[in-house]
């Protein structure tokens, strides 16, 4: 019953997280956004107390329950390992725990972390992992699925679909995505919770404080005949069979040994003092009463009531460039500084903070967030506006964001917010280059922070050119945007340490 209920809920949260990943309209956050916002390593990142000491206090009362329900990576992890037990059963055996392996590699993390090389770091953190797997792995083939049933609706004179588009964000980002979700692919084909309790930092934190939970999996030696049938089917590998112990520093209380057992020698409850003994030697066992197993379910169904399901989904509206000549990509332009979106308070504070799961990205209704490449920010969101400008009167990302890079931002707020600001290239400006008229970037500047004056101040008739007033420019990047030069604008922002007010 216990493992039917952890499954459950695991699969309803696993589902809802991905859903959060695939939905770009970003529908899914107004209801299930909380599911992003306790994980772990965001909250803790965010300095999210409450969420922080309601897992710790969840682990200490019911084992290492986050990462067999809550973690996404932890669940798809499980899925992968439930696939090759169909094709060989009884496949695990127990290994002692590596902990100069678990601890090194929490202390190097910790280190990275206050060191402020977080882009190494998040390359292990388990929510983050398996944001970047959905983004560009799940993600691409949700969004053709999607583009395929607009096509047939269309067809039938239904626009109850809309086309988006398919694009590859950063490309090394892709390729890490690609090498975390073949690394752990095997590691959990192979030996299901490997990764969890050898490298990922959140597993060893919680596994320490694990040891001392209140309820756990106990087994009765006066019922187990040793014959081993539970360490066969643990994907943590830490039941010793033999000598009747339990490390529970690994184990993510799944419950799959309790449906193993044929003799019911295994019962997951309050753990008392018990001692080994040998088969021939007289024993004392404790018995379990009703009360206590109700007691138990009634504890593991409140912490899972918090995990409803529900779902909304609603079309993407298609945008079209009205069927005319092809028009030049353009290319992103050799920036000064990074563009960080509004609420990011600045660089430090956004690169301190971000966790690189690509939350904010899958969200992005006007494609203006994408990973980066350069490698002391890597895969962390930058903004870049070749194909879309950071419109005042969106403020998703920032509603989405987990870990406290980017904060929650009003509309007014963001309209007053600068993040950056614009320069004028000369040599590229339409006007002075064909010698027509444009004011493309004057007349879309939201807070009229270009002006077009004569390029030369003697003849009032000679072609008009943008002049950027960098005390009310936001650095949307409408004007970069809508420059009709190519590959190159005439325009490009460039962004601030800090942001300010104006």
């Known amino acids: 019953m216990l493992r039917t209920i952890r499954l459950i809920t695991a699969i309803v949260c696993f589902t809802l997280i991905t859903l959060l990943f695939l939905d770009f309209m970003g529908i899914f956050h107004t209801w299930f956004g909380w599911l992003a916002k306790i994980q772990f390593l965001p909250a803790l990142l965010a300095l999210n107390i409450g969420v922080v000491l309601f ?105 109850a679909l809309y086309e988006v588009d398919v694009w590859i964000k950063s490309l090394s980002t892709l390729i890490i995505a690609v090498v975390t979700f073949i690394a752990l692919g095997i590691l959990a084909w192979r030996n299901g919770r490997t990764y969890c309790n050898t490298i990922c930092p959140v597993g060893t934190v919680l596994g320490f404080i694990s040891k001392y939970a209140i309820f756990k999996p106990v087994i009765d030696t006066s019922k187990c005949n040793s014959c081993g049938l539970c360490a066969r089917n643990c994907k943590a590998s830490c039941i010793n069979s033999k000598e ?29 003092s018990l001692k080994n003994v040998s088969a021939t030697e007289a024993v004392k066992t404790q018995t379990v009463t009703a009360e206590q197993v109700d007691n ?27 069927g005319l000549a092809a028009i030049e990509d353009k290319k992103t332009p050799n920036r000064e500084n990074p563009v960080y979106p509004p609420g990011a308070l600045s660089a430090r504070n ?70 950056g600001h614009a320069i004028w290239i000369k040599e590229n400006c339409v006007p002075l280059t064909d010698g027509v008229e444009c004011g493309n970037c ?4 939201p807070t009229g922070a270009i002006q077009m004056v004569p390029s030369e101040s003697e003849e009032p008739d000679s072609p008009k050119i943008p002049v950027v007033n960098i005390e009310k420019c936001i650095g949307c990047g409408a004007c970069e945007n809508l420059c009709p030069s190519r590959p190159f604008s005439a325009i490009y922002v460039t962004g601030h340490q800090m942001h300010r007010v104006i």
């Open 442 to 445: 004057a007349r879309h500047c």
């Open 55 to 159: 897992l710790v206090v969840l682990t200490f009362l019911l084992g290492r329950v986050y990462c067999s329900v809550i973690c996404p990576l932890g669940v798809f992890q499980d899925i992968i390992s439930w696939v090759a037990g169909k094709q060989k059963k009884n496949r695990f055996l127990y290994s002692p725990t590596k902990k100069w392996l678990r601890y090194s590699v929490l202390g190097i993390f910790i280190i990275m972390m206050v060191a402020g090389l977080n882009s190494l770091a998040i390359l292990i953190a388990p929510y983050s992992a398996y944001g970047r797997i959905a983004s560009n792995l799940f993600a691409p083939i949700w969004q053709w699925g999607n583009n395929l049933l607009a096509y047939f609706a269309e067809r039938m004179d239904s626009y």
């Open 350 to 419: 956004f690169t301190q903070h971000c966790t690189a799961c690509q939350l904010c990205v899958s969200v992005c209704p006007n494609q203006v967030l994408r990973p980066s490449d350069n490698l002391m920010t890597l895969m962390q969101p930058e903004m870049s506006y070749e194909r879309g400008y950071c419109r005042p009167e969106c403020t998703k990302c920032s509603e989405v964001c987990p870990a406290g890079a980017i904060h929650p931002i009003t509309t007014a707020d963001k309209s007053a917010t600068q993040i």
């Open 296 to 322: 138990t379910r009634r504890n593991f169904l409140s912490a899972s009531a918090i995990f409803a399901t529900a779902s909304v989904l609603k079309a993407q509206e298609k945008k079209v460039d009205g």
């Open 244 to 272: 009747h112990e339990i490390d529970y520093s690994r184990c993510v209380a799944c419950m799959d040994c309790l449906d193993k057992c044929k003799h019911g020698a295994i019962k997951y409850t309050r753990r008392t």
